[in-house]
């Protein structure tokens, strides 16, 4: 196992945590809903999203609604929230 797929206990969440704005943590999975003018605006994030994504393959679970997007990490071969899921938060919230 990498060391970005291994599990972080509640003190690196923590720290991961404060290094990432608008981000939340329950039950295991990282959360964030981002804001948009419309529907259109909430699919160009996913567009977005998808390739940083693919390129780490490291999926998030995406919600699309109108005007909004909710993001939720996590990774489930480790059980929990591992140091790819803080990465990939980061590369999203650079969109």
Do not use: C, Y
């Amino acid at each position: 196992m990498t060391e970005a797929a291994r599990r972080l206990d509640d003190a690196q969440v923590a720290a991961a945590l404060a290094h990432l704005q608008g981000w939340t943590v329950a039950d295991s999975t990282l959360t964030k809903t981002f804001k948009f003018e419309d529907f259109m605006g909430a699919v160009g994030f996913v567009n977005q999203v998808a390739p940083l994504a693919e390129a780490r393959a490291h999926h998030p679970d995406l919600n699309v609604g109108w005007g909004a997007v909710g993001v939720r990490l996590t990774t489930h071969s480790a059980g929990g929230l591992t140091a790819a899921d803080f990465a990939l938060a980061d590369d999203i919230d650079q969109i």
